[in-house]
């Protein structure tokens, strides 16, 4: 089920937003000993946000939709879904891996996945940019175009000429 659109959600905050929930992820991973049981219940908070602005977003882009991505998202999209299979696998090993190894495979994880949230962001200032200028254009109004007779416009634009 997706949720109403804010009349205030507009790419640049979705933009805005995605940085946000970056920096958020890169915090879990990289303090998870420090979180401790408190990372799952932060990591929940951060499904629910994202989850919000995904279907805010979903909207969004009917309404003004994005350019399309280019082949490199497709892949760091598998590169993303690659770590997170790494970093699931060494989460789900416990105590058999060494204490980094949550760490390098969160890594894994993240810079792909940064890098995708990077593009997307950088993507969506363009479109909201886009936005804005058809908004001006659309709210100017159309001046009637004005037919110059000919020899007004020919004094225009050579008055040091005269007749001979």
Not at 28 to 35: D, E, P, S, T, W
Not at 57 to 65: A, D, F, I, S, T
Not at 94 to 99: A, E, F, K, L, N
């Amino acid at each position: 089920m997706l949720l109403p659109l804010p009349r205030w959600w507009t790419w640049s905050r979705s933009a805005n937003w995605r940085r946000r929930w970056l920096l958020f992820a890169w915090g879990l991973v990289l303090f998870r000993g420090v979180f401790g049981p408190a990372a799952t219940a932060l990591a929940a908070v951060r499904v629910v946000g994202s989850f919000v602005q995904f279907s805010w977003n979903v909207k969004l882009g009917r309404q003004q939709p994005l350019p399309p991505g280019a082949p490199v998202d497709w892949l760091l999209v598998a590169a993303t879904l690659a770590g997170a299979l790494a970093f699931s696998l060494v989460s789900a090993a416990g105590t058999t891996v060494p204490p980094w190894a949550p760490t390098v495979a969160g890594l894994a994880l993240l810079l792909p996945y940064s890098a995708i949230q990077l593009r997307m962001a950088r993507r969506s200032f363009r479109a909201e940019i886009l936005a804005r200028m058809e908004r001006t254009v659309a709210s100017r109004p159309v001046l009637p175009v004005l037919l110059l007779r000919r020899t007004s416009a020919t004094r225009s634009v050579a008055p040091h000429r005269r007749a001979a």
